[in-house]
Every structure is written in C-alpha cells, then in structure tokens.
C-alpha cells in the first residue's frame, strides 16, 4: 500500500510561488501515475497536473505555463511547483497516486490519497 505526504502550502501574495512535495512511501512512485488535484470551498476537486510512469507531464488549462510537476526518484518524491499565484488559486492542494499505465485526469481514476496541503492566496 502507497502512502502519501503533502507539506510545503501556505499563505503567499498574489504573484507569489510556493513549492508542494509528495513524499511517497511503501512503493516507488514510478509505478505510478501521480497528480496533484485542489478544491476550493464550495467546489469540486480538480485535477491541476500529472505525471506518468514514464514521466510524461500534463497540466490544466488553469495553471499550464505556472505550474510545473516533477519527481524525484532518489527522494520519491513529487513535486508542484506554483508560480505566480493568483487568489483563484486559493484551496487545498492533494496529491495521489493512479495505477493507470496514461495519466488520467479524473478523480476517480486515483485510488490513494494523501491528507492535502492548504495554499492560501491574497490579494
């Protein structure tokens, strides 16, 4: 069973960058799809970039261009990073885990979950 740590939110200006790690543990996260998803209050959980086993990057429309996804390896870990951070940006941030071999978007296509991360944004 993989578990999943996220850390790294916090409250940050707009044009502000915060950089969110997953650590993962029990297995090594390229065996996996990884991706980052947020919900807002009031909102549905979105999906905001992913990362293939072979380590193909998408992101959102919302996000491509700021937001970039990684990984490490030596560290198993993953990583966003979020540059110039706008108050929409603003929710808690959750890393999972797919056994798919693509890299879906879907929420339910990732079947563990860490405890989520908060960014907070003002204006």
């Known amino acids: 069973q993989v578990q999943l740590v996220e850390s790294g939110g916090g409250l940050v200006q707009a044009g502000g960058s915060l950089k969110l790690s997953c650590v993962v543990s029990?297995?090594?996260?390229?065996?996996?799809?990884m991706g980052w998803f947020r919900q807002a209050p009031g909102k549905e959980r979105e999906f905001v970039a992913g990362?293939?086993?072979?380590?193909?990057?998408r992101s959102a429309d919302s996000v491509k261009g700021r937001f970039t996804i990684s990984g490490d390896n030596a560290k198993n870990t993953v990583y966003l990073q979020t540059n110039s951070l706008k108050p929409d940006d603003t929710a808690v941030y959750y890393c999972?885990?797919?056994?798919?071999?693509?890299?879906?978007?879907?929420?339910?296509?990732?079947?563990?979950w860490g405890q989520g991360t908060q960014v907070t944004v003002s204006s």
């Open positions: 999972a885990a797919s056994n798919s071999l693509g890299l879906p978007s879907g929420r339910y296509a990732y079947t563990n």
């Open positions: 029990g297995r090594t996260f390229s065996n996996y799809a």
């Open positions: 990362i293939s086993r072979s380590g193909a990057t």
